[in-house]
């Protein structure tokens, strides 16, 4: 991996985490497109990354984050249902992610769902749009929507925004709390990630991986910055039927690609 393969890959990390397009979807269009070759640290580069978009969820929003402890509660409560389930269906995503159709279906499934959402959910007469009002119960709810984003494509945003709009959320306020969820859930996947890979495989890094891996992080962190930023102002005055058209296509391509047989040579259990 170059340096430019890893800042490209930086910026798809940060454009899609937190938008519900499938982040996994595009890393692995950009691997595939750019010829990156699967290994181990190739692995560790795309979940390590997310890192700096974490970090950008905790600077735009570290008010939030010092109000209360029943945040984290709550916040805590809704991460459950992943950790749970993760455990006992790891060996069946893991072969689910051996299949790169699998994140096309997902794409198209979910982007045929979202062209809906605004007339079924966003057009209610009362949305709640105070996260503080989120109670445990309905903070659960919506981390088991979370399990679902464990299917390759389905995406973690989207998954986690629908279950938001499910508790009568506004969509603001269901993005955020998507952001908010993201922290403990992206923390706990990458350091999952980095303990196998240095106590498992007896992986270590190089000066240049840590070059490649600083880097990342950095560019991550900008580009999750200024996405989260646009999405919450795009949300709030367009909803989320373009979301929807833009899974449905990306899914195509990939469907075709994979027709072809041009991920022939891409790991997609690296992604």
């Known amino acids: 991996m170059s340096l430019f393969h890893a800042i490209i890959l930086a910026i798809i990390e940060g454009l899609t985490e937190f938008l519900p397009v499938s982040s996994t979807g595009h890393m692995i269009i950009g691997s595939a497109t750019m010829g990156i070759a699967a290994n181990p640290f190739v692995k560790v580069f795309t979940v390590a990354i997310q890192f700096g978009a974490i970090l950008s969820v905790l600077v735009l929003y570290w008010q939030r984050f010092l109000q209360s402890l029943d945040f984290y509660y709550k916040l805590f409560i809704a991460f459950l249902p992943a950790v749970f389930f993760g455990f006992f269906l790891k060996p069946y995503v893991d072969e689910l992610l051996e299949h790169v159709e699998v994140v096309g279906l997902a794409l198209i499934a979910g982007g045929i769902l979202f062209l809906f959402l605004d007339d079924v959910f966003v057009r209610r007469s009362q949305l709640d749009s105070d996260i503080s009002h989120i109670t445990t119960r309905r903070a659960f709810k919506i981390g088991l929507f979370q399990v679902i984003a464990m299917v390759p494509g389905v995406s973690r945003s989207a998954a986690t925004i629908i279950g938001g709009l499910t508790q009568n959320?506004?969509?603001?306020?269901?993005?955020?709390?998507?952001?908010?969820?993201?922290?403990?859930?992206?923390?706990?996947?990458?350091?999952?990630?980095?303990?196998?890979?240095?106590?498992?495989?007896?992986?270590?890094?190089?000066?240049?991986?840590?070059?490649?891996?600083?880097?990342?992080?950095?560019?991550?962190?900008?580009?999750?910055?200024?996405?989260?930023?646009?999405?919450?102002?795009?949300?709030?005055?367009?909803?989320?039927?373009?979301?929807?058209?833009?899974?449905?296509?990306?899914?195509?391509?990939?469907?075709?690609?994979?027709?072809?047989?041009?991920?022939?040579d891409v790991d997609v259990a690296h992604f």
């Open 169 to 264: 959320l506004s969509p603001k306020t269901a993005a955020e709390f998507s952001f908010f969820l993201a922290v403990p859930t992206m923390f706990g996947a990458t350091c999952k990630t980095l303990w196998e890979y240095f106590w498992h495989e007896g992986g270590h890094f190089t000066r240049d991986e840590v070059v490649l891996l600083t880097v990342g992080n950095i560019v991550a962190f900008i580009v999750a910055m200024i996405a989260i930023r646009a999405f919450i102002q795009y949300l709030t005055k367009h909803g989320f039927k373009w979301f929807g058209y833009y899974r449905i296509v990306v899914g195509l391509i990939i469907l075709v690609l994979w027709a072809f047989g041009y991920f022939e």
